[in-house]
């Protein structure tokens, strides 16, 4: 994979979504910034569901839209699920005191990222997911070492 090399999948339905998330498991190591793109509906908390799946998370899985942040305490890291669609102005990141969530033990999924503007950390990777026909289209594209190794491992 190139520098910047995007990763494209078709996704016919809500299971192969799940099945994607739940691959990435097995290769996700902390730290680790992912945003998830996407319009409402796209899958974004659908995909995160199941990299939670995939790392054997046995309970609910709440859209944090209301909560903004879930956290998934792991053996070794904690998993923050951000859906910042909600902000009203990119300052509320510091209202709500995000940046303490962010460290070296932590693998951190963002919906809707831009939301947050400049207070948004930088992403390793970014996931896209699109509407096409009945199911979704899967982008990946990393923008660090460490979000080209964690692709690598989980893509090809
Ligand atoms: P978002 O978090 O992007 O707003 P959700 O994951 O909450 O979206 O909802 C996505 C909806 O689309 C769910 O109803 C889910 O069942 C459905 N879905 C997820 N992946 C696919 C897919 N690959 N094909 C068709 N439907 C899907
Ligand atoms: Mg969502």
Known sequence: MTDNAAVSRFLPDEEA??????????SLAAPLVVYLQGDL?????????GLLRGL????AVKSPTYAIVESYPFD???LHHFDLYRFSMPE???DAGLDDLFGAD???LIEWPQQGGEFT???DITVSLEHAGEGR???????????RKSLEAWLN
């Open 17 to 26: 979504t799940l099945a994607l998330g739940a691959e990435w498991a097995q």
């Open 41 to 49: 509906g796209a899958g974004k908390t659908t995909f995160t569901r």
């Open 56 to 59: 054997r998370h046995e309970g």
């Open 76 to 78: 070794g890291f904690t």
């Open 92 to 94: 509320e990141w510091e």
């Open 106 to 108: 932590c693998v951190c």
């Open 121 to 123: 950390p930088a992403a």
């Open 137 to 147: 289209r899967f982008t990946a594209a990393a923008h660090t070492d460490k979000g």
